[in-house]
């Protein structure tokens, strides 16, 4: 009987004020999304972490007039330092057989270039790809050394782009929330003014502070949860439609997002939603209502 | 026991100390501003004396926690001289409003709020709106709110305040009666006519002390 009488309370206050309600919700799912969304590519940019700078490599090329004797003692050493993981070397042929496979869409450019004209290269794994300046320091001065290449250098590039995409994010979902915040505040007040009178005969004959509190409060959580749901479908249409256009080229390089990553953010997105919108909503009552 | 109100320069209530029976019908007059409406506050425990204590139902209201609050209330009935009514509602529905609310069923309102109705002289009128009732039936439906869940003390802010003279003789026939039931009756007015024609036990209250505690006393 009770929960009767709340709930169809809760609706008659959604309703009355349908305007701030509307806006209430959409603050609150942009907001949501916005979390949502900088969630997700905090994971994403972990997981790709840890898989790109696993298989990262530094390329030492040698000089094509290269001494034999040069790339055994350059052999000799690498495979004895402790921060080297693995060596690979690559000869003129192989790098030949690689510089064919990488522009096989440019027959030109391959029948140009001799094998001769490529380099030789030791290919290496580090046992920690973030130590690469030592090993760039200890072997620039080496004999018959041409360049060395640090691939994880252009990773930090793409991350530090990915973190900053997820740091806006998450700046624009706080500003959303607090935007937010105060329209459930608004929006309280104005429901608790809409009832003032309801609220002082409950007062009066002693109805519990719960009892008074809960159609407004449930109120603001009822609206926190459909805008949890509003930016779960925001994310949802997001993936959609990047799986269709140019962002699907990008699958490759960034690892997709799967659907149960994007459902799983939601429990996240309600939590946040309704308890945002409970404890707001319930201040503003400590502050307005005075019960 | 003493009440000063924030930012008042002198008490509204200066060591008062007063005890009602149980059954008693008690009035508390005196000029605006003398402290008579704190009474009633302070028996609703909405203000808390800054000396003293306040005792209602054997329960020590002063030390009584916040949330102890809506329960205690339940044991007092009030009224007011603006009736307070949900004007979007009928008689019956303000009444019921107040069981409801409380966590009574629409089952015990049924057989209760009719009942309580026909006590106050409001047979038949159960489905008017505010609007559609006079002041005295107005009163009386808040009467009936006040006193539907049978309250131990009912506690009346000048009832008669807004109610023509012969209105009010009326109002005051009924408080009379539901004090008969023994439920205690705290009245604060300024209508010296009705106190004068119920001759019942009268506290005169200037500048916030005691100036007459008389049995069966008149206006003054």
Redesign the interface.
């Known amino acids: 009987?009770?929960m009767k009488?709340v709930l169809s309370e809760v609706l008659v206050g959604l309703w009355r004020n349908v305007t701030m309600t509307v806006a209430m919700i959409i603050t609150m799912a942009v907001s949501l999304f916005m979390l949502g969304g900088s969630g997700l590519l905090y994971q994403k940019v972990g997981d790709m972490k840890d898989l790109y700078y696993e298989n990262v490599q530094v390329s030492i090329f040698l000089k094509t007039d290269v001494q034999e004797q040069q790339r055994t003692d350059l052999e000799t050493k690498l495979n004895a330092d402790p921060l080297v993981k693995d060596v690979t070397y690559v000869n003129k042929d192989e790098a030949y057989k690689r510089f064919q496979q990488m522009y096989a869409d440019a027959p030109d450019l391959v029948n140009a270039v001799k094998p001769d004209q490529l380099p030789e290269s030791f290919r290496l794994t580090l046992n920690d790809p973030q130590q690469y300046k030592q090993i760039y320091d200890q072997y620039k001065t080496a004999e018959g050394i041409d360049t060395i290449v640090d691939q994880s250098k252009l990773l930090d590039k793409v991350f530090g782009v990915l973190t900053g995409i997820q740091n806006g994010a998450l700046a624009l979902a706080i500003v959303m929330a607090a935007a937010a915040l105060l329209l459930v505040a608004n929006t309280i007040q104005v429901a608790a003014y809409s009832k003032r009178?309801?609220v002082?005969?409950?007062?009066?004959?002693?109805?519990?502070?719960w009892?008074?509190q809960a159609p407004f409060v449930l109120e603001a959580v009822v609206a926190g949860l459909i805008g949890s749901i509003l930016g779960l479908l925001a994310l949802i249409g997001v993936k959609t439609l990047a799986a269709g256009s140019s962002m699907a080229a990008l699958e490759g390089l960034i690892t997709p997002i799967s659907w149960s990553e994007i459902f799983l953010t939601f429990p996240l997105m309600a939590a946040v939603g309704g308890l945002v919108s409970a404890i707001t909503a319930w201040v503003t009552l400590r502050f307005y209502l005075r019960v | 026991m003493t009440k000063t109100y924030p930012k008042a320069s002198r008490p509204s209530l200066d060591n008062v100390s007063v005890s009602i029976e149980k059954g008693e019908f008690v009035f508390f007059i005196g000029p605006s501003g003398s402290g008579k409406s704190t009474i009633i506050k302070l028996l609703l425990h909405e203000v808390t004396p800054n000396k003293g204590r306040v005792v209602v139902n054997g329960k020590d209201v002063t030390s009584m926690r916040s949330?102890k609050?809506?329960?205690?209330?339940?044991s007092?009935g009030?009224v007011f001289q603006d009736f307070?009514l949900?004007?979007n509602r009928t008689a019956y529905e303000n009444v019921a409003?107040?069981l409801?609310?409380?966590?009574k069923?629409?089952a015990v309102a049924r057989r209760v709020v009719p009942e309580v109705l026909e006590l106050v002289g409001l047979g038949g009128k159960e489905h008017r709106y505010p609007h559609e009732l006079s002041g005295g039936e107005q009163q009386r439906v808040a009467v009936a709110?006040a006193f539907v869940?049978r309250p131990l003390i009912l506690l009346a802010d000048e009832p008669t305040g807004n109610l023509d003279p012969d209105t009010s003789i009326e109002i005051m026939r009924l408080l009379d009666r539901i004090n008969r039931t023994g439920t205690t009756v705290v009245m604060v007015t300024h209508d010296s006519n009705i106190v004068n024609q119920m001759r019942r036990r009268v506290i005169e209250i200037e500048s916030g002390r005691i100036v007459r505690d008389q049995a069966r006393g008149v206006y003054g």
């Open positions: 009987m009770r009488y009178r309801e002082a005969v409950m007062k009066l004959v002693g109805a519990s502070n009892f008074i | 949330w609050r809506p329960h205690f209330r339940r007092i009030c307070r949900l004007p409003f107040a409801e609310v409380i966590g069923t629409k709110r869940n």
